[in-house]
């Protein structure tokens, strides 16, 4: 079979699932969403599945995706509980947490904290079916993923803060996919922070077992003038899982989001930001570290629009890999001909422990402005030889030598990590997985 | 303690070193000096076990054991230290980690117990004194953004906290300014003990007036060509060493 007959055939596939689920949830929700969902499902066929030939996607294989024998998105299965997911949860660190197990609320593993007057931190399903229908914000899904995720999300967390209002600890929401295999799940967060507003937000993913499960996600971050957010996205999938994420951003002026972003599970995994300013002085920045071993693919796309004057944008990906494992990083930066005064920086460095591993790294700037400050770079290299001998020259065997010059690598972006305890983890996970690889 | 007999060594298969011999003692300083491209810094990175360095004739004996077999973190273990002329930066890895983690592996290779993390720090406060650092530079990457001459004195507190037996000085003066010489000459000093031997590599006569040497040796074309008592140092200081290199030639 052909890759363009496997695409086609792959694309219909989806479509029958689609609209399998949205006969079956006929009477979920309002209208409005059935119909919205409706409409997704029809620009899910219009649009297509992405080729090798779509710029974004040319690195990124959707082969082993697309050929999984996904089934549905898998109801009504016995519920895990504390003890399964114990290992997962932050023990330090006072949350508000919002728990997801395959895509759908679990009231009984969450722990909701009241964050004070109009504001809200709970499940998006609901919120839709009382509320008004701008906590969905309007836009025409840019992809067919996207599309497939409106059209069939099964819940994910409204994040709402008012007006000047400054969440004092951090909102926890965690995605849990159980060991059911072959399924799909598509989450779909909305955080909207309003004017003067202050909130961290740590979005997790995780699997409990090595199910093939796919999980589709989407959050829509919107941030009123003079917001202020701090967004933690950790994927910390199975083995054998998919993970597509989508984060959009939409920023008004002078409000800030400080992004973190770590991916180190999954066999295929994406994530995506775009970025969008409405208004001069907002600030972009992120920090992100990828691990990918054998049968790993990971890829990391950035689309950050400046249309505005005076805004900044500073993106900083690290990428660890060993073993056979792939990786691509395609970072683009857009500085349209208004956008005066902007800041932007953009790089990436991957260190390749092994000579089977792979990265396709693509940092772009385009720029149309003609006062602007930006720069972009990209690297590639292997542990330094020099930095190696120093260590055991002071005694230090030379495997504990490469952990200690692979995790000072991931420590720069590791320290932007605010919360100490995800931290922590996350430098354990660095240290397991180039400790069985050095 | 250290015995180099006939010692040859290539890099990149160009033969640096030709013939050496040099025997040092327990409690003994030797410097060895000599001009750009004779050997010195071959020599120093030999015997830390560089990769690269290729040992094609001769023997290296420390301690009774045959040096040359042992891997560079096996050498650091038995009490071989070398002090770096140029100091490697390690950015995101904590000077301290960093140090604590080399004093552990050596403690733990001689069978002692490792250091809990108060009297580590006891430990290294005594040491920082030595070489006047200041205990910030502890907490960020080790030698990332540090200048020339903070990065000699960590050398040397790396030195004070490890307590090697035999220590290999690679033009340590180089790049100081004479106040921090002073400092780092005077850490030296201090760790001059009966049972430490150091062999100081050098260009210039200036080190040794602040740390006096038993010997010195003149290193020119691969081989040591001249030995003597720190008069030589002065000989060389006042005639260059044109005189020597002309006789090796």
């Known amino acids: ?438 | 303690m250290l015995s180099i007999k006939n010692l040859h060594a290539a890099v990149e298969g160009k033969e640096i070193l030709r013939g050496l011999d040099l025997e040092v003692k327990a409690g003994e300083v030797h410097a060895i000096m000599g001009p750009n491209g004779s050997g010195k810094s071959t020599l120093a990175h030999v015997l830390a076990g560089r990769e690269g360095y290729e040992i094609t004739g001769g023997s290296v004996t420390y301690a009774g054991e045959d040096l040359v077999r042992l891997a560079p973190e096996e050498r650091a273990q038995a009490g071989v230290f070398l002090a770096f002329q140029y100091p490697v930066e390690l950015p995101g890895v904590n000077n301290s980690v960093f140090l604590r983690t080399a004093l552990n592996a050596i403690r733990k290779a001689r069978g002692e117990p490792e250091l809990d993390a108060v009297s580590f720090l006891r430990r290294m406060r005594e040491k920082l004194a030595l070489v006047d650092m200041r205990e910030d530079l502890l907490k960020r990457s080790v030698n990332a953004g540090f200048s020339g001459g903070e990065k000699k004195r960590n050398e040397i507190f790396q030195m004070a906290l490890l307590e090697p037996r035999l220590a290999i000085l690679d033009e340590t003066d180089s790049g100081l300014d004479i106040d921090a010489l002073r400092i780092v000459a005077g850490g030296v000093n201090a760790l001059r003990s009966p049972e430490r031997a150091m062999i100081l590599v050098t260009h210039y006569q200036r080190l040794l007036d602040y740390i006096e040497p038993d010997f010195v040796h003149v290193l020119a074309g691969g081989r040591l060509v001249r030995s003597g008592d720190r008069t030589l140092a002065l000989e060389l200081e006042e005639k260059g060493y044109g005189w020597l290199t002309g006789e090796a030639a």
């Open chain 1, 1 to 438: 079979m052909s890759a363009a007959t496997a695409l086609t055939d792959a694309a219909a596939r989806y479509r029958r699932l689609i609209d399998a689920e949205l006969a079956e949830r006929r009477d979920e929700g309002p209208e409005w969403l059935c119909a919205l969902r409706r409409e997704a499902a029809s620009r899910f066929t219009a649009v297509g599945l992405p080729t090798s030939r779509d710029e974004a996607w040319r690195y990124t294989p959707l082969q082993g995706l697309l050929d999984r024998a996904i089934t549905g998105t898998g109801v009504d299965a016995g519920e895990p509980g504390w003890v399964d997911v114990g290992e997962l949860l932050l023990q330090q660190t006072r949350v508000c947490r919002l728990t997801f197990i395959d895509g759908r609320f679990a009231p009984h593993l969450s722990q909701l904290i009241p964050l004070g007057a109009g504001s809200r931190a709970g499940s998006l399903r609901e919120a839709l079916r009382e509320g008004p229908r701008d906590r969905l914000p309007a836009v025409e899904e840019p992809d067919a993923f996207a599309a497939m995720n409106t059209a069939l999300f099964e819940d994910g967390a409204h994040v709402h803060i008012a007006a000047e209002q400054h969440v004092p600890v951090a909102i926890e929401l965690l995605f849990i996919a159980s060991d059911r295999a072959d399924t799909m799940h598509h989450p779909r967060n909305r955080l909207m922070l309003d004017a003067g507003a202050s909130a961290t937000v740590i979005e997790r993913y995780a699997g409990l077992g090595d199910s093939q499960h796919f999980t589709n996600a989407v959050t829509d971050v919107t941030l009123g003038p003079g917001a202020r957010l701090v967004h933690l996205r950790v994927q910390e999938d199975g083995a054998a899982a998919s993970h597509l994420g989508s984060v959009r951003v939409r920023q008004e002026g002078d409000s800030r989001y400080d992004g973190f972003v770590a991916s180190v599970g999954g066999a295929w995994s994406r994530c995506e930001h775009r970025v969008e300013f409405t208004a001069p002085g907002a600030r972009f920045a992120i920090d992100g570290l990828y691990l990918a071993g054998d049968h790993q693919l990971v890829d990391h796309h950035l689309d950050i629009r400046h249309a505005v004057p005076g805004c900044a944008s500073r993106e900083n990906f690290k990428g660890l890999l060993h073993g056979a494992g792939r990786a691509v990083f395609d970072g683009r930066i857009v500085v349209e001909k208004d956008a005066q005064k902007t800041d932007a920086a953009l790089n990436n460095a991957n260190l390749l422990l092994s000579r089977n591993a792979e990265v396709d790294t693509k940092p772009q700037l385009e720029i149309w402005a003609d006062d602007v400050k930006c720069s972009h770079g990209a690297a590639v290299g292997q542990l330094d030889p020099t930095q190696l001998f120093y260590l055991r020259a002071r005694g230090i065997p030379e495997e504990q030598a490469r952990e200690m010059l692979c995790l000072g690598f991931a420590q720069e972006v590791l320290d932007a990590c605010p919360v100490a305890e995800l931290r922590a983890r996350l430098e354990a996970r660095v240290m397991a997985r180039v400790g069985a690889s050095c």
